[in-house]
């Protein structure tokens, strides 16, 4: 299905580039601080120790 859709809204996956960066990916000052507070428990009630359980919750 999701093959499907991509297919016609005219997506191409070059798979030659996959997995290889130009660069590494560094967060935004908002998505850092997101992400420290997560890990400290704010805003979600307690520190994130497991990213999969943390997902499977939501």
């Known amino acids: 299905m999701v ?22 990916h560094v967060p935004n000052a908002l998505t850092a601080k997101t992400i420290e507070d997560a890990r400290k428990g704010i805003g979600v009630g307690k520190p994130i ?7 499977n919750s939501l």
């Open 3 to 24: 093959k499907q859709l991509l297919k016609e809204l005219g997506v191409t996956i070059d798979k030659k580039a996959i997995g290889k960066s130009t660069k590494p």
């Open 49 to 55: 120790t497991n990213i999969k359980d943390y997902l």
